[in-house]
C-alpha cells in the first residue's frame, strides 16, 4: 500500500479500498468568516489503513458547529486524533459506525478557557462482527470554560466479539470551570470486552507544594499540565511531519492564549 | 376488602382524605400535588411507560380497619401471606422492630419496648400523622417534592400507608428496623410512603422488602422514601424488591444529609416488568458521605432501569457508589446515575464502579453514568465493565459435579456477593434464593 496525504475540505471524503492515508483536516475559522461545511461524511472502505488528524482552532469568537458521518469498513484500521483548541461555542456531533473486524481508535485532546463552551456528542456504532475500538478522551478547562462530552457507544445485537472501551478525564483548573460527561455504553451482544471510565482530576496539595518548592509558580504549573498532555498528544502521531506540524499549532494556540 | 373505584380524580384523593381523617393541611397538599400531576408529562427519557395506562390503576384499596399490634389481631387471610413469608419468626429473633403492609393500608406494627422507651418512633404514617402531626407536617415531602417527578407528584396525591421513624438524638440501634409491602389485588397502586427522620448522632438500619403475585394485569407501585439524616447521624437503608413481574416500579428514594452524617443505601431488584429507580443523596453539609450499593436482575422481558444519584453540595462531601447488573433470557438492565458536584462542593471525592454480566446474546446491558462537575478540587472516578460468564469458571465447576445452571448460579452469586454481604444474613439468603431463582432453566 502507498500512504497518500489528503487535505480535507470536501463534504464528503471517500477513501477506496486497500487504501493506506493520511487525513489532515484542520477547521480555524477567521475573521474573515470562511464557510465550514455544517455536515461532513467519511466513507472508509474495507482494508484501508487510515490516519485522521483533526485540529479545531476557534481563533475567533464565531461559532463553530458540525455534524460528522464517518463509515468504517470490513477489516480497515483507523487512528483517529482530535484536538479541540478553544472556541467561543463548538458544536460536535460525531457518529461513526464499525463493520466487521473494523478496529477504531481514537484519541482527543481539548483545552477551553476564558468563557469557550463545548458540546461534543461522540457516538459509535459496533455493528459487526470482532470490531474494537479504543477511545481516550482528555480536556483541560480555565477560566469560566464550559465542556460538555456525551459519548454512546452501542454494541449491536449479533455483533459479538467486541472489544471496546472509552475513557474520559477531565481536567478543572479554575474555580469558575464546570464540565459534564457521560459516557453512556449501551450492549445487546454477550460475548464482548466493553468497559468505560470517567474521571476529573486535581493536582493535590502534595503535588502542588512540590512543585512550588522547585520554584513554579501556580500559573505555570498549570501550563505545565497542559503543556504535557499535549507532548503526551503529539507522541501518539506516526510520521514525525505531523509530530512537528501539531507541536507547532499547540505551541502558537499556547502562546496566543497566555 | 374494600376497593376504591379505578381512576383518579379530585374526589377520589378527597375520599382518601376524609376515609384517613387527616389533617386540613394534607388534604391541601394532596391537591397542590394532584395539580402538577395532571399538568405534568410522562418521562421523555428512559422506559417506554405508553403501556401503563393510569386509568385502569385502582388508587386505593382499604385492606383492615386498623392497624393491628399483636399477629392474633391480623387479619387471618392476611396472617397467612405474612406467616409465609417469616415476618413473626424474624420479629422475634433478629429484628427491632416490624411493619407490614397489604395493599393501601399497614396491617401491623411494632416496635421493640427498650427502643420505645428511649423515644423511638415507628410507626404507621397514617397514624404518626395523628400522633406526631407537626413532625409530620415539617417534614413530608420535603425532601421529595411533588414537583420533582410526575410520578412524585401521583404520589403526594393517593399515597397511602407506609412507615414513620423517628430516632432521637444520640439513640443507636444495632438490629435492623423491618418494614414489608405487598400488593395482593390486581391491577393495584401502591403509593406507601415512608418518612424517616434521624436525629444528631444517632445511627439505625432500616429494612423493606417488597412483593406482589402476578395477575397479568398492570400494576403499578409508586412508593416514596425520604430520609433525614441530621448532624453525625448514620443510617443504613436497605430494601430488597421482588414485585411481580407485570408490575410498574415507579419509586422515588431520597436522603438528605447534612454535616458528618452518613448515609448508605443497600438494594437488591428482581420483579416488576419495569423498574424505574435512581436512589439519591444530597449532600447538604459539610463533611457528609453516602454509599450507594445496588444489585439490578433483568430476566425475560423486565426492563430495570436502576441507578444512583449523589448530589454533592456542601465542601468536603464524598460518595461511593457500586452497581451490579444481571441481564438474561432477553432482559434489559440498565444503570442510569447522575453525580453532581456543585460549585461550594470543594474537595468532593466519588467513586462509582458498575460491572454487568450479560448471559446470553438476547439480553442487553446499558451504562448510562452522568458527571457534572462544577468545582475544580472535585476527585471523581467512574469504571464500569461489562462481560459474560466466563467458560472457564463454568468448566472448573462441572467437573466438580454441579450442573450447569447450578455452576452459573453460583458464579452469579459470587458477582453480587460485595452487595449481599452488606445486607442481614435473613436478606441475603433471600437475595440468594431469588437469584437461584432467575436462574432456573439457564443455560450457561
Known amino acids: 500500500m502507498v500512504k497518500r496525504i489528503i487535505q480535507i475540505t470536501d463534504k464528503e471524503i471517500k477513501v477506496p479500498a486497500g487504501t493506506e492515508v493520511l487525513l489532515w483536516e484542520v477547521i480555524a475559522p477567521s475573521e474573515r468568516g470562511e464557510k465550514i461545511p455544517a455536515r461532513r461524511k467519511f466513507l472508509i472502505a474495507e482494508d484501508c489503513v487510515v490516519e485522521h488528524i483533526v485540529i479545531v482552532r476557534g481563533a475567533t469568537k464565531k461559532a463553530i458547529k458540525q455534524t460528522r458521518r464517518l463509515e468504517l469498513g470490513r477489516g480497515s484500521r483507523l487512528r483517529s486524533y482530535e484536538i479541540f483548541l478553544g472556541a467561543a461555542k463548538l458544536d460536535w456531533t460525531s457518529s461513526s459506525r464499525l463493520a466487521d473486524r473494523a478496529d477504531f481508535s481514537k484519541q482527543v485532546l481539548f483545552y477551553q478557557s476564558a468563557t469557550d463552551e463545548l ?126 506540524e501539531v507541536a507547532k499549532i499547540f505551541a502558537a494556540y499556547f502562546k496566543q492564549s497566555q | 376488602m374494600k376497593n376504591t373505584r379505578r381512576g383518579l380524580d379530585e374526589a377520589l384523593v378527597r375520599f382518601i382524605s376524609s376515609e384517613k381523617k387527616e389533617p386540613a393541611w394534607m388534604l391541601e397538599r394532596r391537591l397542590a400535588s394532584l395539580k402538577i400531576y395532571e399538568k405534568m408529562a410522562l418521562p421523555d427519557w428512559g422506559p417506554d411507560l405508553s403501556r401503563l395506562n393510569l386509568d385502569l390503576i385502582t388508587y386505593y384499596a382499604r385492606a383492615s380497619d386498623k392497624p393491628a399490634q399483636t399477629w392474633d389481631d391480623v387479619p387471618a387471610d392476611i396472617k397467612e401471606t405474612f406467616d409465609r413469608l417469616g415476618i413473626p419468626q424474624a420479629e422475634q429473633s433478629v429484628l427491632a422492630g416490624v411493619g407490614a403492609q397489604y395493599e393501601s393500608t399497614v396491617i401491623y406494627h411494632s416496635l421493640k419496648e427498650q427502643f420505645k422507651k428511649l423515644g423511638v418512633v415507628f410507626e404507621d404514617l397514617d397514624v404518626a400523622l395523628k400522633t406526631h402531626e407537626e413532625l409530620v407536617k415539617k417534614h413530608f415531602m420535603q425532601c421529595v417534592p411533588p414537583s420533582l417527578h410526575k410520578f412524585a407528584a401521583l404520589h403526594g396525591a393517593v399515597w397511602s400507608g407506609g412507615t414513620f421513624l423517628y430516632i432521637p438524638r444520640g439513640v443507636k440501634i444495632e438490629a435492623p428496623l423491618q418494614a414489608y409491602f405487598r400488593m395482593n389485588a390486581k391491577g393495584m397502586g401502591q403509593f406507601e410512603h415512608t418518612l424517616i427522620i434521624v436525629e444528631e448522632e444517632a445511627q439505625a438500619h432500616y429494612i423493606e422488602g417488597c412483593s406482589a403475585p402476578r395477575y397479568g ?153 452522568r458527571i457534572n462537575v462544577k468545582n475544580e478540587s472535585a476527585v471523581l472516578a467512574h469504571e464500569a465493565t461489562a462481560g459474560q460468564l466466563s467458560a472457564e469458571d463454568i468448566f472448573y465447576l462441572r467437573s466438580r459435579g454441579l450442573s450447569e445452571a447450578q455452576a452459573s448460579a453460583m458464579i452469579v452469586n459470587g458477582f453480587i456477593e460485595p452487595i449481599v454481604k452488606e445486607l442481614p444474613l435473613e436478606y441475603a439468603v433471600e437475595m440468594n434464593r431469588l437469584v437461584e431463582l432467575e436462574m432456573e432453566n439457564s443455560v450457561g
Open chain 2, 217 to 369: 394485569i398492570d400494576s403499578l407501585h409508586a412508593g416514596c422514601v425520604e430520609i433525614f439524616v441530621a448532624r453525625g447521624a448514620r443510617f443504613r437503608y436497605s430494601s430488597v424488591e421482588s414485585w411481580s413481574k407485570d408490575a410498574y416500579n415507579l419509586n422515588t428514594k431520597r436522603a438528605l444529609v447534612q454535616a458528618d452524617a452518613h448515609m448508605e443505601w443497600v438494594g437488591g431488584n428482581f420483579g416488576s416488568n419495569v423498574t424505574m429507580l435512581y436512589p439519591c443523596s444530597v449532600l447538604l453539609g459539610e463533611g457528609a458521605s453516602a454509599d450507594h450499593l445496588g444489585v439490578a436482575f433483568a430476566n425475560s422481558g423486565q426492563i430495570q432501569d436502576t441507578g444512583a444519584k449523589v448530589i454533592h453540595v456542601a465542601p468536603n462531601t464524598s460518595s461511593n457508589v457500586v452497581m451490579k447488573s444481571i441481564s438474561k433470557s432477553g432482559g434489559q438492565a440498565i444503570y442510569r446515575g447522575l453525580i453532581d458536584i456543585g460549585p461550594k462542593a470543594a474537595n468532593a471525592v466519588s467513586g462509582i464502579k458498575c460491572d454487568a454480566l450479560i448471559l446470553d446474546d438476547r439480553s442487553v446491558s446499558d451504562t448510562i453514568p
Open chain 1, 119 to 244: 458540546h461534543v456528542q461522540d457516538n459509535y456504532i459496533f455493528a459487526g462482527l470482532g470490531a474494537r475500538g479504543q477511545f481516550a478522551v482528555s480536556g483541560v478547562l480555565s477560566g469560566a470554560a464550559r465542556a460538555r462530552y456525551f459519548s454512546d457507544l452501542a454494541i449491536k445485537a449479533g455483533a459479538q466479539k467486541t472489544e471496546m472501551r472509552i475513557d474520559l478525564k477531565l481536567f478543572l483548573l479554575s474555580p469558575g470551570a464546570q464540565g459534564s460527561l457521560l459516557p453512556g455504553l449501551k450492549i445487546a451482544a454477550n460475548d464482548v470486552k466493553a468497559g468505560h471510565s470517567a474521571s476529573t482530576f486535581r493536582l493535590s496539595a502534595e503535588e502542588l507544594f512540590y512543585l512550588s518548592s522547585r520554584g513554579l509558580r501556580e500559573e505555570q504549573i498549570k501550563s505545565l499540565v497542559i503543556r504535557s498532555l499535549a507532548d503526551n498528544f503529539t507522541s501518539h502521531l506516526s510520521a514525525a511531519a505531523s509530530r512537528q
